[in-house]
């Protein structure tokens, strides 16, 4: 029996992605209220690290005996155990960028650090796109397109560590003829620039964990008008997910604690291009029409 005991103690995920993979993976035979604070704790890890029993169950909306039994439902003996792996996430992502160099750079020998480093760089690129390559699909490749494609402006909202990859979708739809917005201004007009929004447009909203709260706003605020929000991040708890005409998860690897973009950038590349060539297929076929 104690045999037994061990075996499940070991199975139980030690690290937090580990632990998100697995609450990803039962979320759809969740009883509601567990599912309730599987969402919150997906979205909070961080109040889960260092909240109280009371004052997290508060926050989730459900009872204290709910957490117990949330982490009786992963194999954990209470609620403490579970919290251990969110206290261990929080430890890990809150080193400096000097001690995460510091990791980098630690088992590499005089003259090949730098091929080291980049060569990991590389290595969590490569899974990165490996994971997208065998988890993306086609269908919801092909909605999101359709609903971009059939956009008269296409707005895109990301901040943060997820900026770039909007300021490359923004700078390829010009590039490829596509009506465009970047939601963003110098002057603090972002609200100005969304009210022109309609359910004739839509919007790729691009968050990860930790969310940033002014993309979760802005995205929440497009879907009540109406606006088609398609989402990249990386949860099915996310909150961009909730509002989100169809979403995309995207697993990025990291090197070092320096996550990779390489698997978001591709995504994002192939439905800027998709949306071109669906809008030039169809202006083929007017210049067609016209001709005939």
Known sequence: MDDMADTIS????RDFEAL????????????KR???????????????????????????GVQPSTLIRFAQHLGYDGFTSLQQVFRERLRERTTSYEERLTVVRGDADEGTSNRRIVDGFLAAASKSLDVMSRN???DTLDRAIDILNGAETIYILARRRSYPVASYIAYALGKLGVRSQLIESASGLSPEIISFASSRDAVIAISFS???????????????NNVPVIA???SAFSPLAQFARVWFEVAEADFGGFRSLAATMALAMGLTVGVAELRRGRKGKKSTISKG
């Open 10 to 13: 070991e199975a139980l995920p």
């Open 20 to 31: 998100r993979a697995l609450i990803l993976d039962r979320r759809e035979s969740l009883p």
């Open 34 to 60: 567990i599912a309730q604070v599987a969402a919150y704790a997906l979205d909070n890890p961080d109040e889960i690290a260092f909240g109280t029993a009371a004052s997290i169950a508060t926050s989730a």
């Open 136 to 138: 993306l699909d086609d």
């Open 210 to 224: 930790p969310y940033a709260s002014a993309t979760v706003e802005e995205a929440r605020i497009l879907s009540a």
């Open 232 to 234: 990249i991040t990386d």
